[in-house]
């Protein structure tokens, strides 16, 4: 069992940054694929981002590549989505979640594949 709380979430204008944490505790971190995902209001989760067990590979929704960047420092077993070129349909609550399921990172942007999930962090961007 893995337990995951967000943070780094809150209010920016439009062009703004913003940098989500999602900090593990529980098992060993580096045995999970980890993954971000959103929800806005009225619309399904949707995923954001993935990142391989090392970091090496990552995945990215096309609707943020080029501006959002996902990483992971296994040391501290904490999964970061760095946010720029904000918009206000990136307007969302963020959820991360971590996967034991051993799949290549371009399949881990299905929320089913994903057995744990934080609490979510609210993201809004005001135009």
């Known amino acids: 069992q893995v337990q995951l709380v967000e943070s780094g979430g809150g209010l920016v204008q439009a062009g703004g940054s913003l940098r989500l944490s999602c900090a593990a505790s529980g098992r060993t971190f580096s045995d999970y694929v980890m993954g971000w995902f959103r929800q806005a209001p009225g619309k399904e989760r949707e995923s954001v981002a993935a990142?391989?067990?090392?970091?090496?590979?990552?995945s990215e929704a096309d609707s943020v590549k080029g501006r959002f960047t996902i990483s992971r420092d296994n040391a501290k077993n904490t999964v970061y989505l760095q946010m720029n070129s904000l918009k206000p349909e990136d307007t969302a609550v963020y959820y991360c979640a971590a996967s034991g399921r051993r799949l290549p990172v371009v399949l881990m942007r299905v929320q089913d594949r994903y057995d744990h999930w934080g609490q979510g962090t609210q993201v809004t961007v005001s135009s």
């Open positions: 990142i391989s067990r090392s970091g090496g590979s990552t």
